[in-house]
Structures are given as structure tokens and as C-alpha cells.
């Protein structure tokens, strides 16, 4: 069992920026990620940003390409998700996720509850 938990969502204004932090009870190193992903009302859940558990590999969705930056520090079990130029469409609860190395939400295993970003233009 993992357990997640979200924190730094804020409401900001078009082109700020936010950090958000997802502190892990433990990270198992096999071949596993840590994911971002997020959901805005009456849409689906997005794979936002992923990263390999054990080593650096990353993977972005082309929207947030360039403007996001998945990090960990494993010695904290601890993963973040830096967001500048940030624009309304980012706006969304963003949850971050363990499991496979994948960009469908069904290959996570465990979830954390979500922190809100809000951007207003």
C-alpha cells in the first residue's frame, strides 16, 4: 500500500506559476512511475507528466510540453510538478498517481485526493 498526498494548488493568474508536491508513504523501486494527471468538471481524467520511479525518464502531454517539469526526490519520496506560463485551461484538480509507466489512469495503482489550480485570465 502507498499513500499520496497532494499539496500546493493555488488559484493564480494566466502566466504564473505553481509547485506542486506529492509526498509518498514509501516508493517501491521496480518498474514503476509517478504521475500527474488531472481533471477539470465534466471531463475526463488527463494524463498530465510522468516520471520513471527508478531512474529520470519523463514523458509530458504535448499541452503542458515546455511549461511543466515532473521532478522527485527520492530520498524525500517525495515528487513535484512545476508549472509556469500557466493559462485557464490548466485549470483543474491535479492528482498524483503510482504505478505503471503509462498514460492511462487505469495502469496507476494508488491515488492521492487532488489539489485544485484555478488560473484566471
Known amino acids: 500500500q502507498v499513500q499520496l498526498a497532494e499539496s500546493g494548488g493555488g488559484s493564480v493568474q494566466a502566466g504564473g506559476s505553481l509547485r506542486l508536491s506529492c509526498a509518498a508513504s514509501r516508493y517501491t523501486y521496480g518498474p514503476y512511475c509517478m504521475g500527474w494527471f488531472r481533471q477539470a468538471p465534466g471531463k475526463e481524467r488527463e494524463f498530465v507528466a510522468r516520471?520513471?520511479?527508478?531512474?529520470?525518464?519523463?514523458f509530458y502531454v504535448d499541452s503542458v510540453m515546455g511549461r511543466f517539469t515532473i521532478s522527485q526526490d527520492n530520498a524525500k519520496n517525495t515528487l513535484y510538478l512545476q508549472m509556469n506560463s500557466l493559462k485557464p485551461e490548466d485549470t483543474a484538480m491535479y492528482y498524483c498517481?503510482?504505478?505503471?509507466?503509462?498514460?492511462?489512469?487505469?495502469?496507476?495503482?494508488?491515488w492521492g485526493r487532488g489539489t485544485q489550480v484555478t488560473v484566471s485570465s
Open positions: 516520471i520513471s520511479i527508478r531512474g529520470s525518464g519523463t
Open positions: 498517481a503510482y504505478g505503471a509507466c503509462a498514460r492511462s489512469a487505469r495502469e496507476y495503482m494508488y
